[in-house]
C-alpha cells in the first residue's frame, strides 16, 4: 500500500493523472467508499520510507 503524507503534499495533483490504476484522489474528490482510509492514510504516512525510483505496479 501507499501512503502519500498529506502534510508534505502540495496538491499539485500530478500524481491523480499518472497513477496507472486511478487510486489516488485529492481530498475534495475522495469518493465516500475510501473516506475510512484517510484517518489511515495520515497515520501511516510519516511511518513508511519514501519512494524515490520509479517501479512497476504491482497486481495482486
Ligand atoms: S504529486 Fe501527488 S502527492 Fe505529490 S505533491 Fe502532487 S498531489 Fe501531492
Do not use: R, V
Given at each position: 500500500m501507499l501512503f502519500i503524507d498529506p502534510e508534505k503534499?502540495?496538491?499539485?495533483e500530478a500524481c491523480t493523472h499518472e497513477c496507472p490504476t486511478s487510486a489516488i484522489f485529492m481530498d475534495a474528490n475522495l469518493p465516500e467508499q475510501w473516506k475510512e482510509y484517510q484517518a489511515l492514510n495520515a497515520e501511516m504516512s510519516p511511518l513508511c520510507p519514501g519512494i524515490f525510483e520509479k517501479k512497476e505496479p504491482q497486481n495482486n
Amino acid at each position: 500500500m501507499l501512503f502519500i503524507d498529506p502534510e508534505k503534499c502540495i496538491d499539485c495533483e500530478a500524481c491523480t493523472h499518472e497513477c496507472p490504476t486511478s487510486a489516488i484522489f485529492m481530498d475534495a474528490n475522495l469518493p465516500e467508499q475510501w473516506k475510512e482510509y484517510q484517518a489511515l492514510n495520515a497515520e501511516m504516512s510519516p511511518l513508511c520510507p519514501g519512494i524515490f525510483e520509479k517501479k512497476e505496479p504491482q497486481n495482486n
